[in-house]
């Protein structure tokens, strides 16, 4: 392989006992691979919502400033009271970020399964990504289909595998149609084209008509949008159509999660023959996996007894899942990465861009239909 | 037996379309007892929280106003909007009242079932107790022990049966150990004698001073009052010593099942050696059962995405929990009935003044230590 440069670029987030957070670069010394790991140069790296809560978490963004440490950009902001104690357990610890990635491996040691992985084409899990260099054990690198390229390879696990769980918790739960949040992001396109190849029927919920029509665009048939005066007449009227009793809610805060409850219980109490003062006896679940909305969650409880509102994280998920369903849902990833599971991305820009400031505001407002490709 | 009445007195609760609540006594042929079932003379049957639901529902009862139906009293109270929608299925029925309540057998089918619990004082379960007979299948009869104060038997499914099937929940789910808000209650009180002789840990999150002292005085260990100043502390302090990861909330608005989590959490937390920006992996699970707060509930979602709020009712549970463990729970219940699961009343009245409208509000005012029974 070519010459490796001594010294490896890495983002770090700190927060500081008097109340402020810096995000900056530090050089560290190029590691190397120990017999089952391999040293990937990272080719691209996607910025998630999930890695802004790590890169900026509690802090206050409308306070954050521009400087510089070594000739490179980087990020200080104030972080109130409520922030430092949501981030108690790491102050004072600098942490590496990015959760996911593509790169070429271009060291391994010495054990064949690293070997075999050398020049070619992977994707990485496993965090601390916004770097130039990423050293990780065999397992957390995928290879990819020759000829990939690194950009379809950058988001092969956090949306994909999110997506996949959420029609893997339906079956396993019992469920036989979904709603979903915040549905005309990339995680949500994702999973109107799994729905729609596994004829599992989705409603859709988005924000405005800007977002109606990106789903239209690809063939969703539910699409209800939260901002439309008729909303939860809408609403309920897609649940009795497709009957669904999960959803998934990225936003978190505010009314939404208890109103796909309500509307589910509506729809429920339509096929119910008898009243009961305990509402109806379907059972109905909501998942909150993201946090698009920081507020609190605002839950109107006119929807029975028979109900659960949850925390989701893939994690667990997959743990609980096992090998065989997990391994199922990767080969998927892999088989289906430029069409299912293509991700767009607004923009491309580099590692030491990722620091300015106005990118990252602008990143860190977190549009939908915008999404930001670090590429090292 | 005595001879019968030609009529039996019973109470009932109407919505009518145009948005008035009526609560009223109807006069109806005494019931004929099928092969299958005992035709009961009401004794005592008590007014939960449970019945209080169906028997005022949504009305606005600031409006209550007394009237006479056949020289009987009536209330009649007006239905915001709100509690016409959440009403909406029961419109135009009018509901016979009283989830439990104990009484005499006067009658029997001809069944050998029926027949032998002829003259036999039993606990009823399966609605319609406010009335001065109530004609039901023999399952739905427990013949107490002979010598069983009626009034020791009103109340023997609706607590105790919940009481009971919250520390099942616990070991069926794989808890250690249980939080329960308003505490003082008869259930709560019930879950303290429980809890103590099973050895099971719990936190009792009471409102006032005064509750403290009821539960000190049965024994309970780990007593906390939200009134506090430091409620947050002292919650804390007792999840962290117990363990608990499972709740139980009867109140349903407000912050407090979110609280319960947040300090679960933070327990949780305590316990981790490294940082995750998703909060702890312990699973906390928070069940409301109850709506003493009709407000909505509000969680700051400060406890990572390890966690569940659902309802709980104690049908679906039994169902759930089978034949053996109800067999179990309904077996201790009447070995324990006057120890463990003994009510206290702070009122005893009798069925026509239920609808008197001062006694109407001052039980409806749901005031934790004051518990009223109705002896027909």
Avoid at 88 to 95: K, S, V, Y
Avoid at 325 to 349: N, P
Avoid at 362 to 370: F, L, P, Q, R, V
Wanted: with cysteine; charged share 20%.
């Amino acid at each position: 392989m070519t010459d490796l440069p001594e010294t490896n670029l890495v983002m770090l987030t700190l927060v500081k006992p008097e109340g402020q957070l810096e995000v900056y670069f530090e050089r560290r010394p190029m590691p190397e691979p120990k017999p089952h790991e391999v040293l990937v140069k990272v080719l691209a790296t996607p910025i998630n919502p999930s890695d802004l809560g790590l890169l900026f978490g509690g802090a206050d963004m409308a306070t954050a400033r521009a400087s510089q440490r070594d000739d490179l950009p980087m990020i200080t902001a104030d972080i109130p009271p409520a922030g430092m104690r949501a981030m108690g357990g790491r102050i004072g610890d600098a942490l590496a970020i990015g959760n996911e990635g593509s790169g070429l491996v271009v060291k391994a040691g010495a054990s064949p399964e690293a070997q075999a992985l050398l020049g070619k084409t992977v994707a990485l899990l496993g965090g601390e990504m916004y770097a130039e260099y990423r050293c990780l054990p065999v397992q957390m690198a995928m290879p990819l289909p020759d000829g990939t390229d690194p950009v379809d390879g950058a988001s092969c696990f956090v949306n994909p595998l999110t997506s996949l769980a959420f029609t893997e918790t339906m079956r396993m739960e019992g469920h036989n149609a979904i709603v979903h949040t915040a549905a005309a992001s990339n995680l949500g396109q994702m999973l109107v084209k799994i729905c729609a190849k596994d004829g599992i029927p989705l409603v859709n919920i988005v924000r405005s008509d800007a977002q109606v029509e990106i789903l239209k665009g690809i063939g969703a048939t539910h699409i209800v949008n939260s901002s439309a005066e008729d909303f939860h007449d809408q609403l309920v009227a897609a649940i009795v159509e497709t009957g669904a009793t999960l959803g998934f809610d990225a936003i978190g805060g505010g009314k939404l999660a208890g109103q796909i409850l309500a509307a589910m219980e509506v729809a429920a109490v339509k096929r119910m023959t008898t009243y009961s003062r305990y509402g109806s006896d379907t059972f109905k679940q909501v998942y909150i996996y993201g946090a698009l909305d920081l507020g609190p969650t605002i839950l109107n409880r006119s929807f029975g007894l028979t109900w659960s509102l949850s925390g989701f994280l893939l994690t667990p998920f997959m743990a609980k899942a096992g090998m065989e369903v997990v391994g199922r849902m990767r080969q998927r990833v892999v088989d289906e990465l430029t069409t299912t599971f293509k991700s767009h991305y607004s923009h491309e820009i580099s590692l030491t861009e990722a620091l300015d400031i106005d990118t990252a505001q602008a990143y860190n407002a977190k549009k939908t239909g915008e999404k930001y490709l670090i590429r090292p």
